[in-house]
Every structure is written in structure tokens, then in C-alpha cells.
């Protein structure tokens, strides 16, 4: 018989370290998690900003575009992100891998131009357990895709785009697109004076 309560439980499906988002959100750390969409990068130096100590961000060498303290700061430390420029689609999930293996970071942030097969996901999680018995703290693992996303194996999905705001507060739609113990929701993320709010928004 299906406990339909644990399906709206907000905690993910192991127990373990979490990290505690905006509106009471919960996710797990030593785990891998994917962000799509266009304002992928704004969560995750949410995500990142709720974290202490270093943050490693995995970035393909070639893109042209690059992180700008002045836009890191409002969401993040920008002293505590170290960015690791890969100059091969290969060495981005390497770098992903030995990152969060060594513990040493307390998020390990990959941009990725296509989708990974199975395999380097579940690599990554074991690698991200390994750094929680290494490291201070459990790193979490973002992989950031375009569009959609659709990573296979990743602990949750979300995705994230701007909207139109009357006011002159930033705001976003969130999506948690995929979890494994929490169905999909919606939420309309603004970023004010007072921090973050999140209200609930339809599904698609």
C-alpha cells in the first residue's frame, strides 16, 4: 500500500545531510542534482550561497560567456568559487568527479553543453559519498544543462526561467521537474529585500 503522505514529504528518499532551500525545500547532499533552464546558474549560487566553504565550478573552455563577481555577489561569496576551465567535454565530468571525491569543496558545479550517459552520474554519486567521509561537510554535485535538461540518475530536477514582475523584484518560475520520493511542483521564486519567497504556482 503506498503511503501517500511520504510522497508529499519535502525530505529526500535516504536519510542523510541536507541542504535547506528557499520556502523550507530540502535536498541531499553527498547526492547529484541537475538545474536546467535558462537561469540555471542563479540557483545554483542560491544553492551555493546556503553552503559554506569553497565552491568548484567546472566550466567548458570555450564557452564565451563568464562568472562576474559584481553578479556572483548578490547569491554568493564570489572568493569562495573556484572555476576549473576544461578544455575537453570529457575532462568536465573529470573534473566533476575528482572534485567531489576529494571533499574539499562544499559544491562541485558542472556546466554541461550535452546530456551524460548513466554511467558518469552514478560515478558522481559515489564520488560525492566518498567526499562526505572525506571532507567537513557533504558537497553536493549541480550539473547545469540547457533547455529541458534531462540527465539520467540525478537525484532531483529543476528548472528554472524569468518571468514578468510588476514590481522590481527579480522573480523566476521554479520547477521541480523530477525527485524521487516528491512529485513535481512549481513555484514562483522572487528574490526581494528580506531574501527569497517562494509561492506555489500550477504545473504544466
Same mark, same amino acid.
Given at each position: $500500500? &503506498?503511503?501517500?503522505?511520504? %510522497?508529499? #514529504?519535502? +525530505? ?9 532551500? =528557499? /520556502?523550507?525545500?530540502?535536498?541531499? +547532499?553527498? +547526492? ?25 565550478? &567546472? ?17 554568493? #561569496?564570489?572568493?569562495?568559487? @573556484? !572555476? ?10 573529470? =573534473?566533476? *568527479?575528482?572534485?567531489? +571525491?576529494?571533499?574539499? =569543496?562544499?559544491?562541485?558545479? =558542472?556546466?554541461?553543453? #550535452? %546530456? ?16 562526505? *567521509? ?5 558537497? @553536493?554535485?549541480? %550539473? ?5 535538461? /534531462?540527465?539520467?540518475?540525478?537525484? !532531483?530536477r529543476w528548472h528554472i526561467a524569468p518571468i514578468p514582475t510588476k514590481g522590481r523584484d527579480p ?5 521541480? &521537474?523530477?525527485?524521487? $520520493?516528491a512529485p513535481p511542483a512549481a513555484w514562483t521564486m522572487v528574490r526581494g529585500a528580506d531574501g527569497i519567497?517562494? !509561492?506555489?504556482?500550477? !504545473?504544466?
Amino acid at each position: $500500500m &503506498v503511503n501517500h503522505a511520504n %510522497l508529499l #514529504d519535502r +525530505r529526500p528518499h535516504r536519510d542523510g545531510p541536507e541542504l535547506t532551500l =528557499a /520556502g523550507g525545500l530540502k535536498v541531499a +547532499r553527498a +547526492r547529484v542534482h541537475e538545474i536546467c533552464g535558462h537561469s540555471r546558474r542563479v540557483l545554483a549560487l542560491d544553492w551555493a550561497g546556503r553552503m559554506d566553504g569553497p565552491v568548484i565550478w &567546472v566550466r567548458p573552455k570555450w564557452l564565451r560567456d563568464t562568472l562576474y563577481p559584481a553578479g556572483i555577489l548578490p547569491w554568493c #561569496d564570489p572568493s569562495r568559487i @573556484i !572555476t576549473v576551465q576544461a578544455p575537453h567535454a570529457r575532462d568536465i565530468l573529470w =573534473a566533476t *568527479e575528482e572534485s567531489l +571525491r576529494s571533499g574539499a =569543496a562544499a559544491a562541485v558545479v =558542472a556546466e554541461l553543453t #550535452d %546530456l551524460p550517459e548513466i554511467t558518469p552520474v552514478r560515478r558522481l554519486h559515489l564520488a560525492a559519498e566518498r567526499g562526505a *567521509e572525506r571532507g567537513k561537510e557533504a558537497p @553536493i554535485g549541480i %550539473l547545469l544543462t540547457p533547455e529541458r535538461g /534531462g540527465v539520467p540518475a540525478v537525484e !532531483t530536477r529543476w528548472h528554472i526561467a524569468p518571468i514578468p514582475t510588476k514590481g522590481r523584484d527579480p522573480a523566476w518560475r521554479l520547477e521541480r &521537474v523530477r525527485a524521487r $520520493m516528491a512529485p513535481p511542483a512549481a513555484w514562483t521564486m522572487v528574490r526581494g529585500a528580506d531574501g527569497i519567497t517562494l !509561492t506555489s504556482a500550477p !504545473t504544466r
